[in-house]
């Protein structure tokens, strides 16, 4: 195909079909098939890839501590909720969420992709090209770094790694831009990696799917080296729930600024027996890291696994999940919404989840392992019903998997509805700083030791959700109306 270059463009936006919150794909946490990983911790491999997939290797998160001076990126790499103007050295969202009201959680709207005006467009019709262009060779040599590179609708199909991005943008500027035209009309059968020292990416309004992909050993969907600023933005990553093995759909590896924002993930690894360590997202280390207004579902074991490998990984610092739905991931115990696994010197610290939805996670709806977490944060979030595929008798919407864990974690403001237990066991996590205030609570409320870390005072009741088999968690009870993510 013939190499396009457009140097500037005006771009419609015309909302199309979104992605909204109601229900769980197939294929996630579905039935209890497998030996339970009774350690509750993947084993070191776990996230380990070839290495031209990249992701976590031994050596994966050397980088993985640095802060971020610069803060957390603003929506999208480049955009704000309305769709116009542009963050620092970023571009506009293509996708645009005008009309998305502030309390919207998981929910969002589609538009057409476009390049921003006066910035170099590069026109991608093949997977050939696309891969050529991620790398920066052959006829994309000499692209400026600010290119937007505007991927037409189409299948780019191609073995091993067609998204390779050795080639950022410019530092503390302008990005380099990868935008689908459409969402659901990009569709890339194949992996991604952007390449250790790559910085300053945007990849937007595409989808990844892995669907009959073949591929031996342990990978990721999308892999995130220790680069910085980078965003995904208005993605898709799925697949058929047999693919994807010791890794995440999305992984980070000493990454510093990223933004994963309005992105589905779902079905990532083997869901009907091993895949205990396929995950949605997989953050081995890295700082400043926010997933926000995105479905994280159906995925084999873990929705979101925090995992420093006791420090060889590295250490995570400053990860938000905000206004996000952790939905139907795992298929067997100790597999959850999201767990915060820190020991030896792999700190994971300084973690807000706020204003998030878990239900129907196989294990539980978040579990703490190691106990060298602190400054963790469970703000205005909703639980329903996780532990609903587990047999066992800890499943529970929070967990701790044993003494030491849960340190330094406080929450504000929740709403359970309790699949089974509220919390397994305290063990000694009050002493260590593990306390969960006053919720609204539907369900049995813990006493004695088990729950000594649960207030005095929850105020129980039925919150009368909206509609909770559509995805619909707004407490019909008036009583309610202050807890959970709904709050105003």
């Known amino acids: 195909m013939q190499r396009v270059v457009v140097r500037s463009i005006v771009g419609m936006c015309i909302a199309v079909t979104g992605c909204s919150s109601s229900g769980v794909p197939a294929g996630g946490g579905a039935t209890d098939s497998g030996a339970p990983n009774t350690g509750g911790a993947p084993s070191d491999a776990g996230g380990a890839t070839s290495s031209n997939g990249g992701a976590t290797s031994s050596a994966g998160g050397s980088n993985g501590g640095a802060p971020n001076t610069g803060g957390t990126p603003s929506a999208s790499g480049g955009a704000n909720a309305g769709g116009s103007g542009a963050s620092s050295g970023g571009a506009p969202n293509p996708s645009g969420d005008a009309g998305t009201p502030p309390d919207a959680i998981a929910t969002w709207t589609d538009s057409p992709g476009a390049c921003p005006d006066g910035m170099p467009k590069v026109v991608i019709q093949t997977a050939d090209e696309l891969a050529a262009a991620a790398r920066g060779e052959d006829a994309y040599a000499n692209d400026a770094p600010a290119t937007c590179y505007f991927l037409e609708n189409g299948d780019y199909t191609q073995s091993g790694v067609v998204f390779y991005v050795l080639k950022g943008g410019e530092p503390g500027r302008t990005r380099r831009l990868f935008v689908g035209e459409s969402r659901q009309g990009v569709v890339i059968h194949g992996r991604g990696n952007v390449e250790d020292g790559v910085s300053d990416v945007t990849i937007a309004n595409l989808t990844f799917d892995l669907t009959g992909y073949s591929a031996s050993g342990a990978f990721n969907t999308l892999n995130l080296s220790n680069g910085r600023n980078i965003s995904v933005d208005h993605v898709t990553f799925t697949g058929d729930c047999n693919t994807g093995l010791m890794g995440g759909h999305i ?37 400043h890291i926010t997933i926000r207004n995105s479905v994280v579902s159906g995925n084999s074991s873990r929705g979101i696994q925090m995992y420093t490998a006791s420090g060889a990984y590295g250490t995570l610092d400053t990860v938000v999940v ?85 340190a330094g974690t406080t929450t504000k403001a929740l709403l359970f509805n309790v699949g089974n237990l509220l919390i397994n066991d305290c063990y000694d996590a009050a002493s260590l700083g593990f306390g969960i205030g006053v919720s609204f609570v539907h369900g049995a409320v813990p006493a004695g030791a088990a729950g000594n870390c649960v207030a005095a005072g929850q105020i129980t009741g039925d919150p009368s959700f909206a509609n909770a088999a559509a995805g619909d968690y707004h407490p019909g009870n008036a009583a309610a109306s202050a807890f959970g993510a709904y709050a105003p």
């Open 251 to 287: 992984e980070t590896n000493g990454t510093t600024n990223v933004l994963v924002d309005s992105c589905l993930i779902e079905k990532f690894g083997h869901c009907g027996g091993g895949g205990h360590e396929d995950h949605g997202i997989y953050l081995a280390s890295g700082s």
């Open 322 to 406: 905000e206004r996000s739905r952790i939905t139907g991931n795992g298929h067997a115990d100790y597999e959850d919404g999201v767990v915060i696994n820190a020991a030896g010197t792999g700190t994971i610290k300084n973690v807000t989840l706020s204003r998030d939805i878990f239900d129907h996670n196989y294990y539980s709806g978040i579990r703490f392992v190691g106990g060298v977490e602190s400054g963790v944060l469970v703000d205005h979030s909703t639980f329903d019903s996780n532990g609903a595929g587990s047999t066992s008798a800890s499943r529970s919407e929070i967990n701790i998997d044993s003494a030491g864990g849960g």
